[in-house]
């Protein structure tokens, strides 16, 4: 058997990350604060759980690929940076307020347009992955039709790509709900569903944590969405980030690293 941590072993792993459910849902850790704009000179980040590109680390620290990202860009451009995770009903308040000058992630939409200011390139994309056991025998080109017959999970409540709406709204698959990446994972593991939609990255994340090896996900995605880092509208620090996002690269160096610490 590939899967060989023990119960208890994988009951505290669980437990460690079961406040990154918020990737989707967007439960509040506690300890999280509201952005108190008027009352710093720096620029405050805030978004949801959304491991490993930012999270709250153990310490309630703020953590992950876009704070090393945005922290480095401080140093270089003298523009200093505060981090706030909460929900996303808050983080999008605190934006949509001026509390907060940036959001992350966020997807563009024209409703949207009218509190946010996207930059012209995102920061990342997001790749929706079809995850399965790796001895699963499955085929996926990146086709929906590819999937047809099979029992497919996704995140309850969770916001998914057009083509896996489609897929889910052709009835052509049976579609399963859980409540977080780790009961997808576990589900699959299993054998209780064949396999499920997530985002790749985030769920490599969550499985590297837990010790899952059994389930990977297949090289081509479902769809592939524009993540942006967006600044409010409401906001008088402009200046500022423009100042910032001279000296700000995307997020892609910063996942070719983690990617290559899963191997190691």
């Given at each position: 058997m590939l899967f060989l941590l023990k119960r208890g072993k994988?009951?505290?792993?669980?437990?460690?990350i079961a406040a990154f459910?918020?990737?989707?849902?967007?439960?509040?850790l506690p300890g999280s604060n509201q952005p108190a704009n008027a009352e710093t000179n720096d620029l405050v980040v805030t978004g949801f759980?959304?491991?490993p590109y930012l999270y709250s680390g153990e310490d309630g620290q703020a953590a992950g690929l876009l704070v090393d990202l945005l922290q480095n860009a401080s140093k270089t451009s003298s523009v200093g940076v505060e981090f706030v995770v909460t929900n996303w009903p808050r983080a999008q308040l605190a934006t949509q307020q001026g509390r907060a000058d940036l959001i992350f992630p966020v997807v563009h939409t024209p409703e949207r347009e009218e509190w946010l200011a996207y930059p012209q390139e995102p920061i990342v994309q997001f790749e929706m992955a079809i995850f399965a056991r790796k001895d699963s025998g499955l085929a996926f080109t990146g086709k929906a039709a590819e999937l047809h017959g099979l029992?497919?999970?996704?995140?309850?409540?969770g916001r998914m790509h057009p083509n896996f709406?489609?897929?889910e709204e052709s009835g052509k698959a049976k579609i399963e709900q859980r409540d977080t990446v780790v009961?997808?994972?576990?589900?699959?593991h299993h054998g209780r569903i064949d396999a499920f939609v997530a985002p790749?990255?985030?769920?490599?994340w969550t499985a590297d944590r837990i010790g899952m090896k059994t389930v990977a996900p297949f090289e081509d995605p479902i769809g592939v969405a524009d993540i942006y880092l967006a600044f409010s509208k409401e906001s008088s620090k402009e200046a500022m980030w423009d100042r910032l996002r001279q000296n700000l690269p995307s997020l892609n160096s910063k996942i070719d690293l983690f990617l290559a610490s899963l191997q190691q």
């Open positions: 994988i009951q505290l792993q669980i437990s460690r459910a918020a990737i989707f849902v967007g439960l509040m759980q959304a491991p029992t497919i999970g996704k995140i309850a409540k709406r489609a897929l009961q997808l994972l576990m589900a699959t790749r990255i985030m769920t490599l």
